[in-house]
């Protein structure tokens, strides 16, 4: 995986290309070991799923696949650089690779740091090892779900728009909220870079003269969200991303980040196909 520079992007927070490449399996760029094999069952154990004679369990009954290739007991196999699935879910067994959740507080920039001292991202990440770079971007007033990771081949296939990744906002705007909205946001909108629907849309909550929707699109253009509610006449208020793919915001407080577990990495990597 090359060197990747959380700096590099567009203004826009829209897909680069080039902009992450690599793959999850390849080696950080400054640690380029030798291959390294070992049984596989010490491979699976190691990465949280049960005893070794679990493991083996999962081998004997056909359950796990090294490079497309199911294993048998005995098999060996490199924990960087071989993709093993264990029932056809993607692991990760590379232990240098990190997979973050931060819900972004309101007011802070979509950048690992800011030259004009406003908050960044940076400030609120918790003391790891390596360089992590954010996997899209939120604008400094909205809030909500952003990845992060050093894994810079699923970064590419997470925000290029080809994997058609769904990403879910709760939006706050004026009420009452006319039956026509949702028809006119799935029918597709008319921007001034192309048009643009959403995949579903539904209203959460009506509060005095407020209401909260949530709509469900795979756009990544820049502020999509906001031109979109701009041209049917009610701007945002309030925006936050609660999901991205099959990873969702939950609990998770404003400021804190907690690592994805393997069933979530997991996911995602079949959602962008592997």
Same mark, same amino acid.
């Given at each position: ?6 700096? +590099?992007?567009?203004? *826009? ?21 030798? =291959? ?6 010490? %491979? ?5 799923? #049960? *005893?070794?004679?679990?493991?083996? =369990?999962?081998?004997?009954? #056909?359950?796990?696949?090294?490079? @497309? ?18 029932? @056809? ?9 990190? $997979? !973050? ?19 960044? %991202? ?21 809030? #909500? !779900? ?11 296939? !997470? ?9 879910? $906002? &709760? ?13 006119? !946001?799935?029918? /597709? %909108? ?9 995949? *579903? ?11 909260? +929707? ?28 609660? &999901?991205?793919?099959?990873? =969702?915001?939950?609990?998770? =407080?404003? /400021?804190?980040?907690?690592?994805? *577990? &393997? ?9 962008? #196909?592997?």
């Amino acid at each position: 995986m090359p060197s990747v520079d959380p700096s +590099v992007e567009s203004e *826009s927070g829209e897909f680069v290309a080039g902009q992450f490449e690599g793959s999850a399996f390849d080696a950080p760029p400054d640690a380029v070991p030798p =291959r390294h094999e070992e049984r596989l069952q010490k %491979i699976l154990a190691a990465a949280g799923l #049960g *005893s070794r004679r679990t493991c083996e =369990r999962l081998i004997d009954e #056909g359950r796990v696949t090294v490079n @497309g290739k199911e294993a048998t007991l005995g098999d060996k196999a490199d924990a960087v650089r071989d993709a093993i699935h264990v029932d @056809g879910q993607r692991l990760v067994t590379d232990t240098r690779l990190v $997979y !973050l959740a931060l819900n972004k507080p309101r007011g802070v920039v979509s950048t690992m740091d800011d030259d004009k001292g406003r908050d960044a %991202i940076a400030d609120f990440l918790p003391n790891i090892n390596t360089r992590v770079f954010h996997v899209g971007r939120l604008d400094q007033d909205s809030e #909500g !779900l952003l990845l992060l990771t050093n894994d810079g081949g699923l970064a590419h296939k !997470l925000m290029h728009p080809s994997y058609e990744v769904a990403k879910t $906002y &709760q939006v706050e705007i004026s009420g009452p909220v006319p039956r026509s909205m949702g028809r006119d !946001l799935k029918a /597709g %909108i008319t921007l001034e870079d192309g048009p643009v629907k959403v995949d *579903s849309f539904r209203v959460v909550d009506a509060f005095g003269r407020a209401a909260l +929707v949530e709509v469900v699109l795979h756009e990544g253009r820049n502020h999509i969200v906001r031109r979109l509610f701009d041209a049917v006449g009610f701007p945002v208020q309030r925006l936050i991303r609660t &999901q991205i793919g099959p990873i =969702r915001l939950g609990d998770l =407080r404003p /400021g804190r980040t907690r690592h994805l *577990s &393997q069933a979530e990495v997991g996911a995602l990597f079949k959602a962008v #196909g592997e």
